[in-house]
Nanobody, 124 residues
């Protein structure tokens, strides 16, 4: 079993920056089996939307709304994925969730492990 724990959320003014972290813990065999990891966000009870993903090899993908402002990265030795968020806007306000998938499971549609979420609030 793998646990994902997010941190780094908070309140920031428009134009500011935040860095989110997501650390995976569990047995070595379980954590080493995680391939793709990603960040998703959810506003109220709306659907959870893709923000950014990264494969074990470092291939990244971003939602159009965050391209050029957010950067996803990972440290495989630490089993941690990061989301650097710059030029934040009020519409970025959401609960941000980390997700990790094993093997070839699709990071967007496949089964995976989820963190508990961290609140990001951007004031205007």
């Amino acid at each position: 079993q793998v646990q994902l724990v997010e941190s780094g959320g908070g309140l920031v003014q428009s134009g500011g920056s935040l860095r989110l972290s997501c650390a995976a813990s569990g047995s070595i065999s379980d954590t080493s089996s995680i391939n793709a990891m990603g960040w998703f966000r959810q506003v109220s009870r709306k659907q959870r939307d893709l923000v950014a993903t990264i494969t074990n090899d470092g291939v990244t993908n971003y939602a159009d709304s965050v391209k050029g402002r957010f950067t996803i990265s990972r440290d495989n030795a630490k089993n941690t994925v990061y989301l650097q968020m710059n030029s934040l806007k009020p519409e970025d306000t959401a609960v941000y969730y980390c997700k990790g998938t094993r093997g070839n499971n699709n990071i967007v549609s496949g089964l995976g492990y989820w963190g508990q979420g961290t609140q990001v609030t951007v004031s205007s």
